[in-house]
Antibody
Framework: QLQLQESGPGQVKPSETLSLTCTVS??????????WGWIRQPPGKGLEWIGS???????YYNPSLKGRVTISVDTSQSQFSLNLTSVTAADTAVYYC????????????WGQGTLVTVSS | QSALTQPPSASGSPGQSVTISCTGT?????????VSWYQQHPGKAPKFIIY???KRPSGVPDRFSGSKSGNTASLTVSGLQAEDEADYYC??????????FGGGTKLTVL
């Protein structure tokens, strides 16, 4: 059974870089049929797609975050990562990682999510 | 790209049916058959319940159904049960490898 688990700091200072890792277990991260994605949810608000990456490094990002976001995959560790630069309070959110079926546009399963607060 | 439009709230009594709409444009919902829906209980991660507008993943009750007309997709929950009380989000492929979500609808079972 495929499982995903986010990890990383729960607090980041303004203007710094938010870095999170998602560890995949129960199946190979290198399946070509799937991508790996990040989605966030500010407190009390809706979901926002951040971006997705194939295991080989093909990446797609939300245009509203382009220039600040990088997603990378480490197949040897069965992990994929999110880096978001120059964060502000508006980036405070629960960050989820999920397996993504590209073209068909669905995310499943999801990690449990991790809250990242941007504050000095 | 703008978020898809969902009503903030919906409600129904146990046993009734309720429909939640998800309105986009011809560049997302109206242009593709790749609309998915997610159920989210408080404090939990979203759960995948509908894909490709009408299809249900394995294990999702057939009380959940999806449809689409023009630029609006809909999720219908039939035979409402207490455990259906949750937030529901739609998502659509938006072209050029982009994904867009709706703002979410809080479903209350009266």
């Amino acid at each position: 059974q495929l499982q995903l688990q986010e990890s990383g700091p729960g607090q980041v200072k303004p203007s710094e870089t938010l870095s999170l890792t998602c560890t995949v277990s129960g199946d190979s991260i290198s399946r070509s049929a799937y991508y790996w994605g990040w989605i966030r949810q500010p407190p009390g608000k809706g979901l926002e797609w951040i971006g997705s990456s194939s295991y080989s490094g093909s990446t797609y990002y939300n245009p509203s975050l382009k220039g600040r976001v990088t997603i990378s995959v480490d197949t040897s560790q069965s992990q994929f990562s999110l880096n978001l630069t120059s964060v502000t309070a508006a980036d405070t959110a629960v960050y989820y990682c999920a397996r993504f079926k590209r073209f068909f546009n669905w995310f499943d399963p999801w990690g449990q999510g991790t809250l990242v607060t941007v504050s000095s | 790209q703008s978020a898809l439009t969902q009503p903030p709230s919906a409600s129904g009594s146990p046993g009734q049916s309720v429909t939640i709409s998800c309105t986009g444009t011809s560049s997302d919902v109206g242009g593709y058959k790749y609309v998915s829906w997610y159920q989210q209980h408080p404090g939990k991660a979203p759960k995948f319940i509908i894909y490709e507008v009408t299809k249900r993943p394995s294990g999702v009750p057939d009380r959940f159904s999806g449809s689409k007309s023009g630029n609006t997709a809909s999720l219908t929950v039939s035979g409402l049960q207490a455990e259906d009380e949750a937030d529901y989000y739609c998502s659509s492929y938006a072209g050029s490898n982009n994904v867009v979500f709706g703002g979410g609808t809080k479903l209350t079972v009266l």
